[in-house]
């Protein structure tokens, strides 16, 4: 059961940057740490919360946790905003083609 809303999590750039350097691979923290420039409390800190969110999940490999984006929540959030996708495609295409008539 997520705790924490994955749109308040998402808001912030950082966790932003983790979900993309995961979604390349699995990941520990220590790598996160050196890719982000971020000291290591914190990226374990934005880690929590992403998981809290179900966003990540870890798994367990000797004294080491490995990272990895959980894509279901995603795909439910990409389902979500579907809706709002083709609301600003069409109107987008509107203002195209109101363009191409002040040309002609």
């Known amino acids: 059961m997520s705790t924490r809303n994955p749109f308040e999590v998402l808001a912030d750039p950082t966790r932003r940057r983790i979900l993309d ?59 979500w905003l579907a809706p709002y996708r083709r609301a600003w495609a069409e109107r987008l295409d509107a203002l195209e083609r109101h363009l191409d008539e002040m040309e002609d």
């Open 21 to 79: 350097l995961l979604l390349e691979g699995e990941r520990p923290v220590g790598d996160l740490v050196a890719l982000l420039g971020v000291a290591q409390p914190s990226v374990s800190k934005h880690l929590r919360m992403l998981g809290e969110a179900e966003l990540v999940r870890a798994r367990v490999d000797g004294p080491r946790r490995i990272y990895a984006v959980d894509v279901e929540p995603l795909r439910e959030l990409d389902a």
